[in-house]
């Protein structure tokens, strides 16, 4: 049998779900959607000012299939999150960004990147077992050793 199983019982095409993503750059906060396969291939980016788009945290959590939690992230998990990333997020991350967290998480002073992030909400983010957001601070936590708690939002496709 070739082909979505409920496609063909419906006759109807089983739509795809799609995440969107917003560019704070722009005055306009302009958006986009991307489908899960989609973000294996590229980072969604503006087609105003070329920068990356960051998901809409607020669209990620109000989907029926996620699950937001708090998880006590240890440096052996984070290897493994990162291992099962998107490539096109990875090459994004931020050596100032990695270094400070870094720093903060060796010295006790990290919180809860969903009390206080620079003043907004920061879930880690991961789509089918494949991480999204978060490679920054994961990459802390396996430079400074330390473990950490942040809110991890979990959607199956």
């Known amino acids: 049998m070739v082909g979505n199983p409920d496609e063909m019982l419906s006759g109807e095409p089983t739509p ?31 087609q105003s000012c070329h920068n990356y788009m960051v998901p809409n945290l607020n669209s990620f959590r109000d989907l029926p299939n996620s699950k937001m939690q708090d998880v006590w992230i240890t440096p052996d998990l ?19 960004s990695i270094q400070n967290y870094t720093s903060l998480m ?31 601070r994961l990459q802390a936590c396996l430079n400074s050793n330390k473990a950490f708690t942040n809110t991890v939002i979990e959607v199956t496709v």
Not at 27 to 46: G, V
Not at 80 to 92: L, P, V
């Open 16 to 46: 795809i779900q799609t995440y969107e993503f917003l560019c704070l750059s722009c005055p306009d906060i302009s958006s986009a959607r991307a489908s899960y396969q989609q973000l294996h291939e590229l980072r969604p980016y503006c």
């Open 78 to 96: 984070a290897v493994t999150w990162m291992e099962q990333g998107f490539a096109s997020f990875r090459a994004e991350m931020s050596e100032a």
């Open 106 to 136: 060796k010295s006790g002073q990290w919180v809860n990147a969903t009390e206080d992030m620079g003043g907004y909400w920061c879930p880690i983010i991961r789509i089918d077992h494949t991480l999204m957001l978060g490679f920054n």
